[in-house]
């Protein structure tokens, strides 16, 4: 038997559908002027790229640093017995919802990256124990990999700048 109209406005998810599509409406009305703002401001920070003095290398260095991130995360896909056999694609795919999973407001990513990845993998048909363990450890050895960077940047930094001015640069 079909189900009337009546009967379907009566469903809690028709109800809840609606209310959220409320609030959506409530919240872009209520924060319009800062999500133009954040645009318009994102939209500029883009422009000044063009207007760098060495924009090609610019965007090179850029390049080379998310293939370098992705091939760190990349690598650790074979850390496992379970993903090692994750094809490059499906690889790039977990890489990217990680990525997603940064932009939320979180300090470091902890938390939405690993729920990211673990969704992926989880997707994919992997256990979610097995999933969880693949988030943690990669994200550890990201972390681990940020601080030696960091702090190789900071003793190194000083050197370059310093032989740049020297060579007058």
Same mark, same amino acid.
């Given at each position: *038997?079909?189900?009337?109209?009546? %009967?379907?406005?009566? *469903?809690?998810?028709?109800?809840?559908?609606?209310?959220?599509?409320?609030?959506?409406?409530?919240?872009?009305?209520?924060?319009?002027?800062?999500?133009?703002? /954040?645009?318009?401001?994102?939209?500029?920070? #883009?422009? /000044?790229?063009?207007?760098?003095? %060495?924009?090609?290398?610019?965007?090179?260095? *850029?390049?080379?640093?998310?293939?370098?991130?992705?091939?760190?995360?990349? #690598?650790? !896909?074979?850390?496992?017995?379970?993903?090692?056999?994750?094809?490059?694609?499906?690889?790039? /795919?977990?890489?990217?919802?990680?990525?997603?999973? !940064?932009?939320?407001?979180?300090?470091?990513?902890?938390?939405?990256?690993?729920?990211?990845? !673990?969704?992926?993998? /989880?997707?994919?048909?992997?256990?979610?124990? %097995?999933?969880?363990?693949?988030?943690?450890?990669?994200?550890?050895?990201?972390?681990?990999?940020?601080?030696?960077?960091?702090?190789?940047?900071?003793?190194?930094?000083?050197?370059?700048?310093?032989?740049?001015?020297?060579?007058?640069?």
């Amino acid at each position: *038997s079909s189900t009337s109209f009546i %009967d379907r406005l009566s *469903s809690p998810w028709v109800w809840g559908s609606i209310l959220v599509v409320i609030i959506l409406i409530v919240l872009f009305i209520v924060f319009y002027n800062k999500i133009k703002n /954040t645009l318009l401001n994102m939209w500029n920070g #883009v422009k /000044t790229i063009f207007e760098l003095k %060495d924009k090609w290398k610019f965007l090179g260095e *850029s390049v080379l640093i998310w293939m370098l991130f992705f091939g760190l995360f990349h #690598v650790c !896909i074979y850390a496992f017995d379970f993903s090692s056999n994750l094809t490059i694609g499906e690889s790039l /795919t977990l890489f990217v919802l990680g990525c997603l999973g !940064i932009l939320a407001p979180v300090q470091g990513g902890v938390g939405p990256w690993h729920y990211m990845v !673990i969704f992926g993998l /989880t997707f994919l048909g992997y256990a979610e124990t %097995d999933a969880g363990a693949f988030a943690l450890v990669v994200h550890g050895v990201q972390m681990i990999a940020y601080i030696i960077f960091g702090i190789l940047a900071l003793i190194l930094s000083p050197i370059v700048n310093k032989q740049k001015v020297e060579n007058n640069e």
